[in-house]
Nanobody
Framework: QVQLVESGGGLVQPGGSLRLSCAAS????????MGWYRQAPGKQRELVAT???????NYADSVKGRFTISRDNAKNTVNLQMNSLKPEDTAVYYC???????????WGQGTQVTVSS
């Protein structure tokens, strides 16, 4: 059974930091492209950052320079370090794992991030 379990969300003031983690099980983690997506109320889910099996990263323009995605293949985890948070970063953040050529695509249940004073 495939599971992606996010943790680390919460309430933070503008300018603060949070670190999200996603623990994966039931997959051969090292071959997956892992990513973080977010969905704010009334908006579509959008890409935040991805990291390939080879460690190549990609970021949404809105988070470049503030967020850092990383992975630990030994622990089957992917992390998202979020610095200089803004109110517009408020959303439910979802962990994603996919292998495009094999049509594997899995989602976590999401974790709420709220940036507010």
């Amino acid at each position: 059974q495939v599971q992606l379990v996010e943790s680390g969300g919460g309430l933070v003031q503008p300018g603060g930091s949070l670190r999200l983690s996603c623990a994966a099980s039931g997959i051969i983690f090292r071959i997956y492209t892992m990513g973080w997506y977010r969905q704010a109320p009334g908006k579509q889910r959008e890409l935040v950052a991805t990291i390939t099996d080879g460690g190549i990263t990609n970021y949404a323009d809105s988070v470049k320079g503030r967020f850092t995605i990383s992975r630990d293949n030994a622990k089957n985890t992917v992390n998202l370090q979020m610095n200089s948070l803004k109110p517009e970063d408020t959303a439910v953040y979802y962990c994603n794992g996919r292998v495009a050529v094999m049509s594997y695509n899995y989602w976590g249940q999401g974790t709420q991030v709220t940036v507010s004073s």
